[in-house]
């Protein structure tokens, strides 16, 4: 059998040392590489199958038409033929209206995302795959980072992507996209273009484009520096997450305090996670921020970004001060929080947010 070419060993190697890292998976386990037909997604394809034999992973390949431009089929039915080719099963899953329609309040390329995602885990069950990975580059990680110092992002924005997140895998993130090119050509595969991403439009669109180009041409290597500050506020993240939890848990209260009556709109949702006020505001504020973060997210709502964080940590304040007052309330994309007596509760939106 010949030696697989040399671009394709660099992208297993990266690709093997970010997954024997994070410990994942394990021999005789199902993994679905979603596969976009794009280069980075094919050579994830490439760099799994290379690796998957000798570790006795179950190797399956998943991609979606989302529908949302001319061609999306003829990508799904293209990463369908060349799965076949490499005698590994492959699923395609179609995604209708009513799917993206689910998740509208996210916009439209976070209905996109959202939509593509619960698709690409239905398929990868069905697959009998419990771990499902995705080609993110260190260019996309690089991109990430800049996104979120953009939005004010503190530091678990600025922590990225990481290699392994829950079951989700990214064992590219130690590659550049250049690389996922030269494998893909190695291999004598042409991958196919996506035109959105060339739009103008989109932030992130433009952050590749003009952004990331210019950071690179000012300081060379600067994609590498920032993936590596990602890398560095993932760790203290990990190191940080024992002592919010350890707070959260502290802070936490029934969300019907005794003897305090429900608000006018009747009891809390279910779900509803409510934390004593002058517990959250006693804390550290670095420390406040990130437990309202983790309180979120353990509510069902999507984390609150630095402003709504801190809109959030008024609620906790004196109920004298303003914008503290009882009954006072606040929102963001994906989440709520009000007060309600001496606590204050976190939850999903009401209607139509984001299904998770």
Avoid at 93 to 122: I, S
Avoid at 128 to 141: I, K, P, V
Avoid at 287 to 293: F, G, K, M, S, T
Wanted: glycine share 12%.
């Amino acid at each position: 059998m010949a030696r697989a070419p040399a671009a394709l060993r660099l992208v297993a190697h990266r690709a093997a040392r970010a997954l024997a890292a994070a410990g994942v998976p394990a021999a005789g386990e199902g993994l679905a590489a979603a596969v976009s037909g794009g280069a980075d997604s094919l050579a994830l394809l490439h760099a799994l199958r290379t690796l998957a034999g000798p570790r006795g992973w179950r190797l399956a390949v998943v991609t979606v038409d989302h529908g949302l431009r001319p061609g999306s089929a003829a990508d799904a039915a293209f990463v369908a033929d060349h799965a076949k080719a490499l005698g590994l099963e492959a699923r395609v899953e179609t995604l209708a209206p009513a799917d993206l329609a689910r998740h509208r309040a996210a916009g439209q390329e976070g209905a996109a995302r959202a939509a593509r995602y619960q698709a690409l885990w239905r398929a990868a069950g069905e697959l009998g795959c419990g771990w499902l990975a995705t080609g993110h580059t260190l260019d996309d990680q690089a991109e990430t980072v800049l996104l979120q110092l953009l939005r004010g992002a503190g530091p678990d924005g600025l922590a990225g992507m990481t290699v392994r997140g829950g079951r989700l895998l990214r064992p590219l993130l130690g590659v550049r996209r250049a690389e996922t090119r030269a494998c893909c050509a190695a291999v004598g595969v042409r991958w196919r273009e996506d035109p959105t991403n060339q739009e103008p439009g989109p932030l992130r669109n433009r952050v590749r484009q003009r952004l990331l180009p210019l950071l690179e041409e000012l300081r060379p290597g600067a994609a590498a520096a920032l993936a590596r500050t990602a890398g560095l506020a993932a760790d203290e993240r990990a190191w940080l997450d024992p002592v919010v939890a350890a707070a959260l848990t502290a802070a936490a209260t029934p969300a019907e305090p005794p003897g305090v009556e429900p608000a006018a709109g009747g009891a809390p949702p279910a779900g509803a996670l409510a934390l004593d006020a002058a517990a959250l505001a006693g804390l550290p504020v670095a420390l406040a921020r990130r437990v309202v973060r983790a309180a979120a997210r353990q509510a069902g709502a999507d984390p609150p970004d630095a402003d709504g964080t801190d809109r959030i940590l008024a609620l906790a304040a004196d109920p004298r001060a303003a914008g503290a007052r009882p009954g006072a309330e606040t929102a963001w994309p994906g989440g709520r929080a009000w007060r309600e007596g001496p606590a204050v509760l976190l939850a999903a939106p009401a209607t139509g947010g984001p299904d998770h």
